[in-house]
């Protein structure tokens, strides 16, 4: 029977089981527990048994997928079983950006787990840093160090060094970021997208390819803090995330660059947490008010200034319902630094798995509906596309004042005629 079908048909079947055991590896690597892997391989057992059940029974497709799957899960670089990981002990790092939030969480953990921990703050009399000095043992080590400095950087180096010896770094985690976006790109103004990328990427990249010999030396581990916004369009945070789009694409050609070397190069992307900024109420009054001074008057006309203040509650809203537990980040991080196989790539926090297969597997009007209906549900459209063009309120009123008072007339008219 199966002598009956062309060589064309047999291809598609090809490309449609590549396909299927592809969503498979997605579905097990994105980290959303067994049951919702668990429903997508029997729809696409079903599916598959619809399109094949006259040449490929279901149970070999089932079959076949599952020792596809065991064989992928064998092997796949993953966190370590319970005993396998490295010792953290006379291990090095510098964590960058630990005046607050990720940095000062990830900077405690890690110095508890027996780290030397080298950590750079931009105040070395600021809360952030007394709450280290406070918290930590004597084998952590606070520098003050602007990473979009040169010069800040490079002494870093040298304290690095000079407290080091001959031995080198184990671990970086580029950290440092900052998000100065608010609103859309055309309200957005260009010193916020230069801002991220000076932080993000430029002071980022040059962190990196600075303290990279002493890493190549240890044959160490490059972990970067990154976000979904670089992957994903998100609402709004065009500044931020064309900042970490380039930073991502940076750190992935790095994994391949420094392969040969032996450093291992990863990336995390955690969901939504209450960091830094993001849940002071003053801070984003004032980006509100900078951006309705510096906006020329007709695009604020065009836009309304209801737009902006619903934008900014938005943003606020969002950011006051973020968790506020950042173990699931200093955890990730710890497993990246001592897993003896680190993965590319580890989502840290609840919806992250979810949030990257649906932009992976579905239309694109689905996943950016989804996204929107996630980050900001904005309400308000821009003022001039609230009414047609062309219309005015006020002569449509009239308009149809005057409508009804013909539609009057005439009913008086026809009563006289009936009379």
């Known amino acids: 029977m199966m002598d009956d079908y062309t060589f064309p048909f047999w291809i598609y079947l090809g490309v449609l089981a590549v396909f299927v055991g592809g969503a498979m590896k997605r579905l097990l690597a994105s980290h959303l527990g067994a049951a919702p892997p668990l429903v997508a391989w029997l729809g696409a057992t079903v599916l598959a048994e619809r399109l094949w059940s006259i040449c490929l029974p279901a149970a070999l497709l089932l079959a076949l997928l599952g020792l596809a799957c065991c064989l992928y899960s064998a092997t796949k670089p993953g966190p370590a079983p319970p005993g396998a990981a490295l010792p953290a002990h006379g291990k090095a790092v510098l964590i960058t950006g630990c005046d607050s939030g990720f940095g000062t969480a990830t900077a405690k953990h890690l110095d508890n787990l027996g780290f030397e921990v080298f950590a750079t703050v931009l105040d070395l009399s600021g809360e952030g840093a007394r709450e280290l000095e406070r918290s930590c043992s004597p084998r952590l080590t606070l520098l003050q160090v602007d990473i979009t400095q040169q010069q800040q950087v490079h002494q870093a180096l040298l304290d690095t060094k000079a407290k080091l010896g001959l031995k080198g770094l184990w671990g970086l985690v580029n950290n440092a970021g900052v998000c100065v976006n608010f609103g859309d790109i055309e309200l957005s103004l260009m010193s916020n ?160 798995g979810l949030m990257y297969f649906i932009h992976s597997y579905c239309p694109l009007s689905l996943s950016s509906r989804f996204l929107q209906k996630l980050f900001l549900k904005k309400r308000l459209a821009p003022r001039a596309l609230r009414n047609p063009p062309g219309f005015d309120p006020d002569l449509g009123l009239n308009n149809n004042n005057n409508n009804n008072n013909k539609e009057e007339e005439e009913e008086v008219e026809d009563e006289k005629k009936l009379k």
């Not at 000076?198 to 980022?204: A, C, L, R, S």
């Not at 002071?280 to 510096?294: D, F, I």
């Open 193 to 352: 997208f230069r801002g991220c990328m000076d932080v993000n990427f430029f002071g980022t990249l040059s962190v990196t390819k600075s303290f990279l010999p002493l890493l190549r030396q240890a044959k160490g581990r490059i972990i970067t803090i990154s976000s979904p916004a670089g992957d994903q369009p998100f609402p709004c945070l065009a500044a931020y995330g064309a900042s970490k789009a380039a930073l991502n694409l940076l750190v992935n050609t790095l994994r391949h660059e420094l392969e040969p070397w032996g450093v291992k190069v990863c990336t995390i992307l955690p969901s939504s947490f209450k960091t830094g900024q993001s849940s002071n109420r003053a801070y984003w009054e004032q980006q509100h008010k900078q951006l309705l001074r510096t906006l020329p008057p007709a695009l604020l006309e065009e836009y309304g200034e209801d737009y902006l203040t619903e934008t900014k509650e938005l943003f606020h809203r969002y950011a006051s319902q973020a968790n506020t537990d950042l173990s699931p980040v200093t955890d990730t991080i710890a497993r990246a630094l001592l897993a003896p196989r680190p993965r590319a790539r580890y989502f840290a926090g609840p919806g992250v």
